[in-house]
């Protein structure tokens, strides 16, 4: 009996493909990511290491050349374990694939032997103040830089890795291929060892070896392909660089903005509490200058504008000054009181 669409999408909702390698494929093992400091100036930290081992385990991840996305997945990254501070996983290429034999060429012969994981994070811890880097108001410190005796540089957790390829050279030093089944097949085949006196042999072998892969793969790639790929990575690694810089100039400006809204501030409140003495000085001005006047001019009311308030007050003294004493002199024992006429000051 035939099962139903419906009964069918029930039973595999939610289950996610094995990655295991099938017979015959290339399998190796390689470093993926460790705590130490990466080109970036990043550092994984604990958690990081082991989400994505997690993801490795209950999932898998696609094993990409050269982080190309445009391009499908070559192989998988299967079984991960950490260990000494650093995730180790394996990944197999089936011999079904198209770029078999030249990823197992240039693997056995030690041409490539660099990896790179491709991820995003949620958590950019600076290592010098704890903040986020990108927090500018309360982070003032640029990745690489010096600060007394210790560099500042990203701590990076919380993070979904992608996919991890195979590169010239990755980001994390130590990011290699550390065991693989077809390494030991050239020694084998080359009736080399690791043993002490031979270790020169397999050198001088390996590095004759490594030449002539080296030549046969320039025979084979068409110099137009070479030189698209060569203008492709210039473009893209001068897009990294000013990107990189305009950030960097952009934090400096942040830092200079913060600190100059900070005396800002200081000034303001400065200002405000001013501006308030002022007020006050000018409301008793103002009080004065109305209480001088009154004997001229019962109805005035002093100016608001303080430069006003003082030529007022100059003019109401002066008047002040040309008024009689008020003294009485005495003619025939009559008392003879000079009287200015009321208009005769009025403003």
């Given at each position: ?7 069918t999408?029930?039973?595999?909702k939610?289950e ?12 190796a ?15 994984f ?5 082991v ?9 898998g ?10 391009k ?18 394996k990944?197999?290429?089936?011999r079904?694939?198209?770029?078999y ?6 693997i ?7 990896v790179s ?5 949620k ?7 704890g903040?986020?880097?990108y ?11 010096q ?31 550390v ?9 084998v ?26 030549q ?10 070479f ?12 897009k990294f660089?000013?990107?990189?810089e305009e950030l960097?100039t952009a ?25 308030s ?9 103002q ?37 009689p ?6 003619v ?5 009181e000079?009287q200015?006429?009321a ?5």
């Amino acid at each position: 009996m035939r099962a139903t669409l419906a009964e069918t999408n029930q039973v595999h909702k939610g289950e996610i493909m094995p990655k295991k390698p099938t017979q015959g494929a290339l399998i190796a093992e390689a470093l993926l990511i460790d705590k130490n400091l990466t080109s970036y100036n990043t550092k994984f930290k604990d958690g990081a290491l082991v989400q994505v081992m997690q993801k490795i385990n209950e999932e898998g991840l696609p094993l990409l050349m050269s982080h190309n996305t445009e391009k499908f997945p070559v192989g998988a990254w299967f079984e991960a374990t950490v260990k000494d501070e650093a995730v180790f996983s394996k990944f197999f290429v089936p011999r079904e694939i198209n770029e078999y034999d030249d990823i197992k060429a240039r693997i056995e012969t030690g041409i490539l032997d660099s990896v790179s994981i491709g991820f995003s994070a949620k958590v950019h811890e600076c290592s010098i103040c704890g903040n986020d880097i990108y927090d500018f108001e309360n982070c003032e410190h640029i990745p690489g830089k010096q600060y007394g005796d210790e560099t500042c540089c990203v701590m990076l957790d919380d993070i979904k890795p992608s996919e991890a390829s195979l590169v010239y050279s990755g980001a994390v030093p130590a990011a290699k291929i550390v065991d693989t089944d077809v390494k030991s097949e050239f020694f084998v085949k080359n009736e080399l060892n690791f043993s002490e006196g031979q270790l020169e042999v397999v050198q001088h072998k390996c590095t004759y070896h490594i030449c002539n892969e080296t030549q046969n793969e320039g025979e084979n790639m068409p110099e137009e392909k070479f030189q698209e790929l060569q203008t492709k990575f210039d473009e893209l690694n001068s897009k990294f660089m000013n990107t990189r810089e305009e950030l960097v100039t952009a934090k400096e400006e942040a830092i200079q903005f913060k600190e100059k809204a900070s005396k800002y501030d200081e000034v303001s409140e400065k200002l405000q509490d001013v501006e308030s003495k002022y007020s006050e000085y000018v409301q008793k001005l103002q009080e004065k200058v109305e209480a001088l006047a009154a004997p001229f001019d019962a109805n005035y009311k002093a100016p608001e504008d303080i430069e006003a308030i003082f030529a007022d007050i100059e003019k109401f003294v002066e008047e002040a000054k040309a008024l009689p004493t008020g003294q009485q002199s005495h003619v025939e024992d009559e008392e003879v009181e000079y009287q200015v006429p009321a208009d005769a000051f009025k403003v």
